[in-house]
């Protein structure tokens, strides 16, 4: 009789101790997946930050809208008239009903965003070119500024401008 | 009595394991927390900002005698003889830096501090930002003043961390 009791203790004992391990266990691999989850959210915010630059370094770098003087690109520079020629082809090639291949091109280079440019005239004058837009807006966008000259072949003027670079994520 | 012993000692043992597992975390917890965000777009847009906006505000072109803000800035660390609708070209130059810092660093809330040195009048714009604090980026442009001086203006602009 006494043995039985003993033997069942022990029994009633291992039970216990498997039954906590297992709680263990089941609690440890919660914490673990909740732990990498977060890990996989930073990674997230990483990877679109450096899609992000990635998308302003292609687009302060369009040899389409640079400055140039016997073939050679001025850094810094972009030109009046080559952004309201690359406006106009974005632009017609986007509507509907146009030919849309030049906008294809653009939307596999830039992705889902907002290319524009702002001239600031120190006479008070703000112009502005939207160069690239895509129909899709989102609510979470990033944006980076990056100031820029405008050079005007017809007066042979430099003014100030930024070049707006928006992401939709 | 030996029996007695035995459990304690059982249940000891399981404490001792709850406890350093419940260390372990811990320590994970703290080390996880210490990680910061990430930070390389505020860093690139930063660095944008600071490099690219002297080289750009320098060759602006002006109404004042058709100079450019370059110009401009080598007179009035000179001669300061330009005159432009009847004020100093030290003066416009002055209006001009402050209307575009306006237009762009304030208007984005820009913790920046600009500033012109050698120029006969004091030409500083800061939003929040002093020289002794921490930056990010610090653009640095000299100007040369020769044949008229033998010596450089130099235009500086400190993004600081926000």
């Not at chain 1, 990877?47 to 302003?56: G, H, N, P, Q, T």
């Not at chain 1, 952004?83 to 849309?100: V, Y």
């Not at chain 1, 291949?101 to 006479?123: C, H, N, P, Q, V």
């Not at chain 1, 939207?130 to 100031?147: A, G, H, R, V």
């Amino acid at each position: 009789m006494i043995k039985r009791k003993k033997a069942q203790v022990q029994m009633g004992e291992s039970f216990a101790i498997i039954i906590i391990v297992i709680i263990m266990i089941v609690l440890g691999l919660i914490f673990y997946s909740k732990i990498k989850s977060e890990d996989i959210s930073k990674k997230e915010l990483l990877f679109d930050e450096l899609s992000m630059v990635e998308l302003a370094q292609i687009a302060g770098a369009l040899p389409e809208i640079h400055c140039s003087s016997a073939d050679v690109s001025d850094s810094n520079c972009i030109d009046l008239l080559k952004i309201n020629a690359l406006e106009e082809i974005i632009t017609s090639s986007s509507a509907s009903g146009g030919d849309k291949t030049a906008f294809y091109y653009y939307r596999e280079i830039f992705g889902r965003g907002k290319i524009m440019i702002r001239e600031i005239g120190l006479d008070g004058t703000i112009n502005e070119w939207i160069l690239y837009k895509t129909d899709n807006e989102s609510l979470s966008q990033n944006t980076i500024f990056s100031p820029v000259s405008i050079y005007n072949p017809s007066t042979n003027t430099k003014s100030f401008g930024m070049l707006i670079i928006t992401k939709y994520t | 009595m030996k029996n007695k012993k035995k459990a304690q000692m059982e249940i000891m043992g399981l404490m001792v394991i709850v406890v350093l597992i419940a260390i372990s975390i811990f320590f994970m917890v703290s080390f996880r927390s210490n990680n910061q965000p990430t930070t390389i777009k505020k860093d690139y847009s930063d660095t944008q900002l600071g490099t690219n906006f002297i080289l750009a505000i320098l060759k602006v072109d002006t109404e004042c005698q058709g100079l450019n803000i370059e110009e401009l800035i080598k007179d009035c660390a000179t001669q300061n003889r330009v005159s432009c609708s009847g004020i100093s070209g030290c003066e416009y130059l002055n209006q001009s830096i402050d209307f575009l810092l306006n237009k762009t660093l304030y208007n984005m809330s820009t913790r920046f501090n600009f500033t012109i040195e050698k120029a006969k009048i004091p030409i500083s714009f800061a939003n929040e930002c002093e020289m002794s604090d921490e930056s990010t980026t610090t653009g640095f442009q000299p100007i040369p003043l020769y044949p008229l001086r033998n010596d450089n203006a130099f235009v500086k602009l400190k993004i600081c961390k926000s």
